[in-house]
C-alpha cells in the first residue's frame, strides 16, 4: 500500500472516529438529560401527591398551588402549612415513590420551628428498608416556608446511570471497535515499515553481491584466455581476485545465516573464560590487517580487567562488526579508540570513532534488524542493516547491555557493560 493511500486511510479513520465518538457523546447526554427530567417530574409529581394526601390527613388547605420547590438536582422542600406527623409521611412518602417506579434510596427530614433545624429524619432503601441514623448529610433549610419537609435522593446519578446500561454498553462496543480500529492502522504501519526494511535490504544486499559477482566474471573471462597461459603472474593475480571476492560473498551469507540461526533459537552459547584484552588485540589486528583503508586503532585496555566468561566466536564476532562499523562511519582518516576498564561490579568496554556522529533520530533505531541511517540513493557505505541487530542480540543472550553514546560532529562510542560475577556479592 502506497504512503498515500496509508495517510488517506488514517486521516478518513480519524475523521470517523471523531465523528462517532461526538455522535455517541451527543445522544448519550440527551439520554441522561431525558432520564433525568423524567425523575425529576416523577419526583415532582409523587411530592405533590404527598402534599394534597397530608393537607387532607391534617384537614388543612396547602398554601401554594403548586407546594414543591426543588432546591438542588437532588433535593426537594414540600410546604405542608401544618403540623407534620413524621411516621405519616414516611407511609405516604414509600407508598407514592413505590406507585411512580422510583427505586432509588431517598432521606426526608422535617423542620422543627422551636430548634430551627431540620429533624425527625430517616433514611430509606430503595426496597423500602429503613436505616436509622445514616442520614448522608445535614438537610438544608428554607426559610420562605414554616411547616415544610425535605427530601434527598443522595443515589440520583447511580439510579440514572442503572438505568442507563444499554448506552454504556454500546459505548463500550464502540470503544472496543476504536482500539481495534487503531491496532489495525498499527499493524499496517509497522508491515509498511518491515516491508520498506526488507527492501531495502534486498537493494543493498543486491548491491553487496553485484561488485564481487562482477570482479569474478571478469577475472573468469580474462582466465579463459588460453593465452593467459603464458603469463603466469596475470594468471595469479585474477586467480587471487576470484578468490578475494569469493570469500568476500561467503562473508555476506555467513552475516545473513548467522541472523538466521540466531532468530531461529537454534544457536547457544559455548561459555569459556576468555582473556578480554588479548582478544581485543587480536580482533584489532585482524580487522587492520583486512581493511582497505589505513586505520588508527588506539587501545587503552585496563590491566585490572582479566578474564570474562563468554562465546569466544560470538564475542569476537561482536568486536569485529563494531569495528567493522566504526571503520565505515569514520572520516576520511579514520581513528577508532577502543578501552576496557573495570567500574563497581562490571566492567566496561568503549569502542569510539571519528565520524560525525549519529542524529538523534536515528539513534534509538541503530540496533534494529534491517535498519541503515538514510543515505538516500547513495551506497558508498556497505552492508545489510544486520551488524549492530547481530551485536545487540548477542549482547542480550549473554545478559550484557549494549548503548550508544552519540556527540553529533564528534563520532559515536559504543559501550558494552559486563556485570564482574567474580566481583558480585
Known amino acids: 500500500m502506497r504512503q498515500k493511500q496509508i495517510r488517506f486511510v488514517v486521516l478518513l479513520g480519524a475523521f470517523a472516529i471523531i ?8 445522544f448519550l447526554q440527551n439520554a441522561w ?24 390527613y391534617n384537614q388543612t388547605v396547602l398554601p401554594h398551588a403548586n407546594p414543591v420547590r426543588q432546591l438542588s438536582s ?31 434510596d431517598f432521606e426526608y427530614a422535617i423542620y422543627n420551628c422551636q430548634t430551627d ?29 414554616t411547616y415544610y419537609f425535605g427530601v434527598n435522593f443522595p443515589l440520583l446519578r447511580n439510579t440514572i446511570t442503572g438505568d442507563m446500561v444499554i448506552w454504556f454498553f454500546f459505548m463500550g462496543l464502540l470503544f472496543v471497535a476504536i482500539i481495534f ?48 597461459i603464458n603469463d603466469p603472474a596475470r594468471l595469479f593475480t585474477y586467480g587471487s581476485v576470484i578468490k578475494q571476492e569469493n570469500n568476500r560473498l561467503n562473508q555476506q551469507v555467513d552475516k545473513v545465516l548467522q541472523i538466521a540461526r540466531i ?15 588479548s582478544l581485543i588485540l587480536k580482533v584489532a589486528e585482524s580487522c587492520k ?15 585490572s580487567v582479566g578474564s570474562i566468561e563468554a562465546d569466544a566466536l560470538h564475542l569476537s564476532n561482536i568486536f569485529h562488526n563494531l569495528l567493522d562499523n566504526a571503520s565505515k562511519y569514520s572520516g576520511k582518516e579514520p581513528v577508532i579508540t577502543i578501552e576496557t576498564a573495570r567500574r563497581d561490579k562490571s566492567i566496561v568496554i568503549r569502542i569510539s ?8 533520530e536515528y539513534q534509538r533505531r541503530v540496533f534494529q534488524k534491517f535498519y541503515r541511517i538514510p543515505t538516500g540513493n547513495l551506497h558508498d557505505v556497505k552492508g545489510f542493516g544486520l551488524g549492530l541487530y547481530y551485536v545487540k542480540t548477542i549482547c542480550d543472550a549473554h545478559q550484557w547491555t549494549i548503548h550508544l553514546i552519540n556527540e553529533q560532529g564528534k563520532g559515536a562510542t559504543f559501550v558494552i557493560e559486563i556485570p564482574d560475577k567474580k566481583n558480585k556479592r
Request: aromatic share 10%.
Open 19 to 26: 465523528g462517532i465518538i461526538s455522535i455517541q457523546v451527543y
Open 289 to 303: 590487517a583486512n581493511s582497505n583503508r589505513l586505520l588508527v586503532l588506539d587501545t587503552k585496555l585496563a590491566d
Open 181 to 228: 480500529f487503531v491496532y489495525a492502522i498499527f499493524v499496517i504501519l509497522q508491515q509498511k515499515r518491515l516491508s520498506e526494511m526488507q527492501k531495502d535490504f534486498i537493494n543493498n544486499m543486491t548491491h553487496e553481491f553485484k561488485t564481487p559477482i562482477s570482479s569474478i566474471n571478469i577475472s573468469a573471462d580474462v582466465i579463459m584466455d588460453p593465452n593467459i
Open 353 to 360: 570513532d571519528n565520524g560525525p556522529g549519529i542524529e538523534p
Open 263 to 277: 532468530e531461529s533459537q537454534s544457536f547457544h552459547l559455548n561459555m569459556e573464560q576468555i582473556d578480554l584484552n
Open 117 to 145: 433545624k431540620m429533624e425527625y429524619g430517616n433514611y430509606l432503601t430503595k426496597s423500602g428498608t429503613a436505616k436509622p441514623n445514616v442520614l448522608t448529610a445535614n438537610l438544608p433549610k428554607y426559610n420562605q416556608y
Open 74 to 104: 437532588n433535593y426537594y422542600v414540600v410546604d405542608i402549612n401544618s403540623v407534620i406527623d413524621a411516621n405519616v409521611l414516611e407511609f405516604y412518602l414509600k407508598a407514592e415513590f413505590d406507585k411512580l417506579n422510583l427505586q432509588t
Open 33 to 56: 438529560n431525558i432520564k433525568e427530567k423524567q425523575f425529576v417530574q416523577s419526583v415532582l409529581i409523587g411530592l405533590r401527591n404527598v402534599a394534597e394526601k397530608m393537607s387532607k
